[in-house]
Structure formats: structure tokens, C-alpha cells
């Protein structure tokens, strides 16, 4: 099914809709996309050189963060504190 097929197959499906429970559950999911989508876009914070931090960015960064964690790719504070010495 095309992209417009299913445009208009949900809209074909909302005007006849008369279950206001399905339309008021079909509203909150609209209502939380965009919500979500807006806040990928969020700046949550700068840089010291001044550039923003974008919700979407950092939380990629976590996850990147944590898969390293995962696989041994890191250093401990004792580790990081041995290496500093030879600076």
C-alpha cells in the first residue's frame, strides 16, 4: 500500500468512526507523536564553546556510552589518574 493509500484509508477509518472512546485514543497517539517529536528537537543544554545540546543527540550519546560500557571500552578513574601522571 502507497504512502497516500494510507493516508486516506486512516482518514476513510476516523469519519466513521462513531465510538468517541476510539476517537479520543486515536487523538492522544497524534498528540504524543508530535509531543515526541518536538522533543528530539529540544535543546536541553550548550557546549562550552556555546553550540546546543539537542535532546536527541545526547540521548544517542548515552546509548553509545552504555554499549561501550558493555564491551569493556573504558577506562577506570585509577586507570585515567596513571595516565594523567605522564602529562
Do not use: P
Not at 504524543?32 to 544517542?60: C, L, R
Amino acid at each position: 500500500m502507497t504512502l497516500d493509500k494510507q493516508k486516506l484509508s486512516i482518514i476513510d477509518w476516523v469519519m466513521n468512526q462513531d465510538d468517541e472512546d476510539n476517537l479520543q485514543l486515536i487523538q492522544n497517539l497524534v498528540e504524543n507523536i508530535n509531543y515526541d517529536e518536538k522533543s528530539k528537537k529540544m535543546v536541553i543544554g550548550y557546549h562550552a564553546n556555546g553550540t546546543e545540546v539537542i535532546k536527541s543527540q545526547f540521548a544517542n550519546c548515552i546509548v553509545m556510552s552504555e554499549n561501550n560500557i558493555r564491551n569493556g571500552e573504558f577506562m577506570t578513574f585509577e586507570e585515567l589518574e596513571k595516565e594523567t601522571e605522564n602529562w
